[in-house]
């Protein structure tokens, strides 16, 4: 089983889904945004992704980045907590099988937990 947290709007995210798919992999889909990850999750995912840098996790060249006033050199407690109140600032896609985890990006790293 895949958790696969998915944002239907981006084109990344829908082709990174698509490949699972096309690979008969079992997928359960979270739409993060409606269903935010917490904290907590968001800690076991960096866990899952071998402990990079949370500033890897984020979307730092999005607009939304910026206007909150968020730089590469806040300290990871801020990203973190910025991650937990605005999922919006989460790189996706997010697949996650067991203790491992990917970023989608490109899409087809998501086939690396097959």
């Known amino acids: 089983m895949i958790d696969f947290w998915h944002n239907p709007r981006c084109s990344k995210s829908r082709e990174a889904l698509k490949l699972l798919e096309a690979r008969g992999a079992e997928v359960q889909v979270r ?3 409606e269903n935010s990850p917490s ?3 968001l800690i076991a995912l960096r866990k899952a992704l071998g402990n990079p ?3 890897e996790m984020m979307r730092s060249g999005d607009k ?3 206007e909150t006033g968020l730089s590469k050199s806040d300290s990871d407690d801020r ?7 605005d999922p919006r600032l989460i790189e ?8 491992r985890a990917v970023i989608g990006r490109p899409p087809e790293r998501v ?4």
């Open 111 to 114: 086939l690396e937990l097959l």
């Open 53 to 55: 840098p949370i500033i």
């Open 92 to 99: 996706r896609p997010v697949a996650i099988s067991g203790k």
């Open 64 to 66: 939304l980045f910026r």
């Open 39 to 41: 904290a907590a999750e």
């Open 31 to 33: 739409l993060y945004l």
């Open 79 to 85: 990203l973190l907590a910025a991650m937990d109140a």
